[in-house]
């Protein structure tokens, strides 16, 4: 083995690791007295010694430590007196499991047997991982001490040991933590070694005693023991979120009020048809009208109810094949084994690893003895934070987090939803679980309120048409012409619903959701997954979205971005450079021999557990720690191989031939008493070199020289420049840390201290370690992802506000929010240079303790609530909400979406001439972006949102509306330009069917009262609103989204869905058809020379050749005003872009080539002549048709000159110039 400088180091959390393995059981002065006189070897013999109890060796006694540090002082002359009895107690209860007594075999039998009761439940576990303390530990234990089960005869006594030692250790616990709460515990005094030492106690108390688990067997593999444990404290599988049922989701479909009213005209019109006939007459296809209708409701629904349905599968599909391969390495019966997250009980020791990155499947408490280099933990997906957390035992790992670095054993406390991120998932699957935090809210995306408003006012203006119709047929056929009651009501009734049924858009509920399906299959290909389909036009709608920094507007990958060395400083702020590509183009570019020793000392003073994978430039993965990932890329944009310069160096290389030259080389680990790290290596000539990094303040007191500059020495000002270097680095959120070197001389003493300078701990510092050769200051920070400069410029020209919202420090989220345009420089104060939170406005940025303490007020009864009002006064200037906690993302969603401000003129008046803050004029559209599982309830809360689907957990996207699968930013820019497709797209197809349904509805009225019938039969119209628009709809909504929809300010919740524009092409385009109807009507028999339709359909009872001809013009003048209703605000090309779009060109053939064959062979079923029309009617059909697109041109110029007299539907241009003034000042 090779000898490390480890082994030599002052006490540091390597100490337990690093003494020899001999298996002691030293706990007190008296048990190691006794030790003695039994064994004056000082080996114990297992076959003849009396043995401990198991207790008794994972408690120690509760007499005071310090007899035990005088004790086996002399034992360990090197970490000592009470250092070696603390490491010593800390093996012996990691071998407790070997050295059980008889007696104490009897106690665990009885108390492990299946069935019998734990002495703490779920929810005490539960509240221990929640609180996360030391304290919380100790309740815990002090609990199960009172409920310990009875025991069998005889066991008292030990049964009251068991309670006593578990009393004095909490006692001691509780006693520790408020010394530490009133002083600081230096680092490795007597105090800190001996809480160290009471919380690995506890820990393994809580296994071996509590929850009947060995830190080194685990638990039982015996299923019913497993199955107990799940019966008592929860599974940890947590049942995903029920899918809706095809029927769910029909019956879901058919609650629209379109839908409602088409189901009761289908069967008012099948009981009337049927049930009316007149003696001796045959009903014959009298039902097919009703049945039409009805059967275009299930065509509706099905299609509607499978689209939703096919999207819970694909969804599912997407996320199976993830979770069926989440397993994890737990202890059991004294072997390791695999098994799935799912299958993970209370009692399980966890095997974690930072080789694999290893992702907790529940909250655990950290076993000891601690491992050499400890646990380090990445939670940024708890808390937002990137900075490792390192963990000791009795620390409270939380599931969802990871390790990357060291390893270590675990105690399962808390599985499913009684775990930290569990109790966040059943958030985000069932809400009602969590009534009471008084932030829910509106459901209904703006989309749907407005179809849902406007099918509302169509049903209500259809409904009086119908009543007029039947009123003044009544009038006219009762009162005027004296006809009986009982002869014509029914034919009246009927007329009456035929007027209704052409008023009701059949066609609306099909063509949203085919326009929607379209636009998400659309936007799945452009790596949006869409969850539910409303999420597309919700999108579109988004005044402002909420995004996190870490994984979304950040690439979650620590990355050098600045070097100081040879005296000049290298910071790289273009984003889609890596600073070795920035150096390389540097006039001030090091010389080559400088870069060289910088990435040697790269590759050589890193851990061979960090490692890099390239694809010509591009990291493609890496593994360990984050900080020496940074560094290692760096050196690789540098263009050196690190794996190639440690395998060619001697003493380093753990390959080839110089492998058997390993020993040579010298490594002294990282610790945190030291905060640095080095690594020596022989040089060709003699003596050594060695490689130093670590923290900027603990290297740079270190070094006396610089690698170049105006003198070798590291003067007074030249240290003084690299500090304010270092401390402007720090300001731009940066981690800063030192690499220096030092040449040894042959035969230096590794184990020499030095007597002036100290380790961070205060101990004496080696001697090896100083009179270092500064070579450069690195700044490492976790950059913005390349194409967010660009997404969040696209979002602001868009009308889309952006706000920052992490856990990060404030410094680190202004560096990041300034870089990525979410802040500019009038933000900041007048005069101030530097970009940090100190020099920001008022209100622009808030911690997350600041943000609570304002929104939140104290009521009668003592409970927070929500204060809008406080919060309204907030938000308008809020840009960054830092150190914030998932519950501060929670309450800013729901501030925003139900903040009210725009109603108070005063205060929005008051903004704009403070601040020149133009509120925008509606209530608030929130998209919230995420990636981790701290994210999930406020991604359920806001009205859109998004979740990254490769670095996302998997709570985040379940509760999120939208999955970005390349975990772009831009994307995010992508969903928006089609959410606004979509809104433009049902604008279209509105403009198209409104106009249908005015000429209808006008045509079937006058015909009523001319005729009591009207000229365009019920199925007729059902064959132009249903199957027609639908594939209108589908033709409307193929178009694609262009640059221009970017370009526009969001839409008003408010604001009607028709716009004034749309008025004027819809009853432009319905007065022109209504012309031609009515001139077809009344003057068509006179100037075709056909008869009279009513004639001939009372007399002869036959379809005639008149309502034919007016039913072929009608359809024709649709077909041509689908091209004039690719355009919304009259554009005079109404063929741009046309030809471009296939889909449209197909569908407006195939739907002309389909009225060729309704009207030439439709017959009695769609109520047409039989044998069709003859050529010339036809060319007059398309001729009336052709004329719809000049008409358009009048339409257009005649609203244009109303423009130009002020009559303008559009935003008044001083509500226009506002927005843009506000625009300016979000950005």
Known sequence: MVKTFMEVSPPAESDASSVDDKSTEIMT???????????????????????????????????????????????????????????????SIQSAGSVLSNMVNAFVQVHTAPKTPFPVTSKDLSDLSSDRTHQALARVLEKAAANMPPCAPGEEEELKSARVKIEALVKRIGTSEEEAGHEKVKSGSMQELQRAHDLECAANALATVILRSKPEDGITNDAVDIEFRRETFGTNAIADKKLDSFLKLCWNAVQDFVLIMLIVLGIIGLVVETTTLKDGEKCGACWLE????????????????????????????????????????????????????????VGDI?????????????????????????????????????????????DVVLSGTTAVQGSAKMLVIAVGINSVAGKIKAHVYDSTDHDGDGLDGDDDSPLFVKLEKIAKQIGIAGTVAALLSFVVNCIKGFVFQGLSPKEYIIEYIVVAITVLAVAVPEGLPLAVTLALAFSSNKMMKEQNLVKHLDACETMGCATTICTDKTGTLTSNKM????????????????????LGDFIKVSPDRPKASILTLITTLIAVDTMDETTVEFEGNKLTSSTGNPTEVALLAFAHSLGEDCQDLR?????????????????????????????????????????????????????????????????????????????????????????????????LPEGADFDAKSANILNADGTEALEVETNLTFAGLVGI???????????????????????????DSPNTAVSIAYQAGILKDFHFLDGSDEKIAANLKSNVLMEGKVFRRKVYKIDDDG???????????????????????????????????????????????????????????????????????N???????????????????????????????????????????????????????????????????????VGSFAFAKSPLAAIQMLWVNLIMDSLASLALASEPPTDELLRRNPVNRSKSIVTVRMWANMLGQAAYQLTIIMFLLFGGPRVFGFPPGDQVEREEGINSEHYTFIFNSFVWMQLFNEVNARSLNGEINVFSGMLLNPLFCGILLITAILQVIMVEFGGKALHVADGGLNGELWGWSLLFGVGSLPIQQIINILFGQCKDAGVDGRVPSRIKSSRRLSMRTVR
């Open 29 to 91: 002065a008296e048990s190691i007295d006794k030790d003695d006189e039994n064994n004056v070897d000082g080996a114990v013999d297992e076959t003849t010694s009396p043995q401990k109890s198991s207790l008794e060796i994972t408690l120690g006694d509760a007499s005071t430590p310090e007899a035990s540090a005088e004790s086996v002082s002399s034992k360990s002359p090197r970490m000592g007196g009470l250092a070696a009895a603390i490491d010593s107690s800390l093996r």
């Open 863 to 933: 409970e927070k609530e929500f204060d809008q009002t406080a919060f309204d006064k907030i938000w308008p200037h809020l840009r960054v909400l830092a150190r914030s906690s998932p519950d501060d993302k929670l309450t800013l969603a729901h501030g925003l979406n139900q903040s009210t401000l725009y109603t108070d003129k005063h205060a929005c008046q008051k903004l704009k001439a403070e601040d020149q803050i133009a509120v925008f004029p509606d209530r608030q559209v929130v998209a919230m972006t995420g990636d981790g599982t």
């Open 935 to 1005: 994210d999930a309830p406020a991604l359920k809360r806001a009205d859109i949102g998004f979740a990254m689907g490769i670095a996302g957990t998997q709570i985040a996207k379940d509760a999120a509306d939208i999955i970005l699968l390349d975990d772009n930013f831009a994307s995010i820019v992508t969903a928006a330009k089609w959410g606004r497709n979509v809104y433009a797209s049902i604008q279209k197809f509105l403009q198209f069917q409104l106009t249908v349904n005015i000429s209808a509805v006008v045509t079937a009225l």
């Open 559 to 578: 990355t050098a971005r600045s070097i100081y060395t040879n005296g000049t400083d290298f910071s790289c702020n273009d984003p889609s450079l890596s």
């Open 781 to 807: 920070e976790d950059p913005l992802r390349p194409e967010v400069q660009g997404a969040i410029k696209q979002c602001y020209e868009a009308g889309i506000d952006v706000r920052l919202v992490t856990g």
């Open 647 to 743: 395998d060619s160096t001697r003493g380093r290389s753990l390959k080839g031939a110089l492998a058997e030259f390993l020993v040579e080389g010298k490594q002294i680990e990282f610790s945190s008493a030291r905060k640095m790290m080095s690594w020596a290596i022989p040089k060709v000539e003699g003596g050594y070199r060695i490689y130093c990094k670590g923290a900027s303040e603990v290297v740079l007191a270190r070094c006396t020289h610089q690698l170049t500059g105006s003198t070798p020495e590291l003067d007074d000002e030249a240290r003084q420049r690299i500090l304010g270097v270092g401390e402007a680095y720090n300001r731009r959120g940066m981690r800063t840390l030192v690499l220096a070197y030092r040449d």
């Open 350 to 394: 966890l095997s974690v690893n930072a080789h694999n990155l290893a992702s907790i499947p529940a909250d655990c408490i950290l076993l000891g003895p601690p491992i050499s280099g400890g646990l380090k933990m990445d939670e940024s997906s708890l808390t937002g934070e990137s900075k490792l957390i390192s963990k000791k035992p009795g």
């Open 290 to 345: 009703g049945f039409a209708i009805l059967l275009s409701v299930c065509i509706v629904v099905l299609v509607t109810a499978s689209i939703d349905y096919a999207k819970q599968f694909a969804f599912i599909r997407l996320t199976r094949s993830l979770h069926e391969t989440n397993t994890k390495a737990v202890v059991r019966n004294g072997h390791q084994m695999s098994v799935t997250d799912d299958d993970i009980v």
